[in-house]
């Protein structure tokens, strides 16, 4: 059985993963997805604690690393860097699949075709969609879903999201019909922006929901 956490909630005791605005580190967090399934995360944050240094940070990562892929097959998680400048962090890991990212990360991430997902359970009928020129549309209204792709996938309260698909981005959740920030950054990259305070019983993470092909 896995031991480490993930480095999420590691992350959590050391760093403040609200956007920073150094001008050579991106301003979010961001989840890139390659057309292989392959995941590329990076977590941008600022030290809480200036006594944290960037040696004792990456040998507390590769511990979690080195813990998951013990369990689940070497490669599956790789710890690519650990930078720091000022007071400003950017970690980056790389998942063989958008199963190792939600198992590491104790993190839903699902990549598939519409069709795939719905098989799988998810309730896509439920979901409200908007395009990039915001025209909603609705899932069956959706042409040729057996070759359409959906990322579904988590955000905690508080968090900031930058999320890149490998092809087109076409639909995503509408925000208010989730009650969070969900908007088109470019053709391929959405930015997701949960800003749901966590109460004494702790607010679940939350999907968005991203279709392109």
Do not use: W
Request: charged share 25%.
């Amino acid at each position: 059985m896995r031991r480490g956490k993930g480095i999420l909630i590691l992350l959590t005791a050391v760093l403040g993963l609200a956007g920073c605005g150094q001008a050579k580190t991106p301003e979010v967090s961001s989840v890139s997805i390659e057309k292989d399934g392959t995941v590329t995360h990076q977590i941008v944050g600022q030290f809480e604690q200036n006594y944290y240094e960037t040696d004792g940070l990456t040998a507390l990562a590769e511990e979690r690393v080195e813990e998951y892929c013990a369990d689940y097959g070497e490669g599956c998680v790789i710890l690519e860097s650990v930078e720091k400048e000022e007071s400003t962090v950017q970690v980056t890991l790389k998942y063989a699949a958008p199963e190792d990212y939600a198992g590491f990360n104790h993190r839903e991430l699902y990549l598939g075709t519409l069709e795939e997902a719905q098989e799988q359970g998810y309730t896509l009928e439920k979901v409200a969609f908007v395009s990039a020129k915001g025209e909603p549309m609705e899932l069956g209204y959706i042409e040729e879903p057996e070759s359409k792709k959906i990322i579904i996938i988590a955000t905690k309260p508080g968090e900031e999201l930058l999320v890149t698909a490998y092809g087109k981005v076409l639909y995503i959740n509408q925000s208010a019909d989730s009650d969070i920030d969900v908007s088109f950054e470019d053709k391929k990259s959405v930015r997701i922006d949960n800003p749901v305070q966590e109460d004494s019983n702790g607010a679940q993470a939350a999907l968005s929901y991203i279709i392109f092909e």
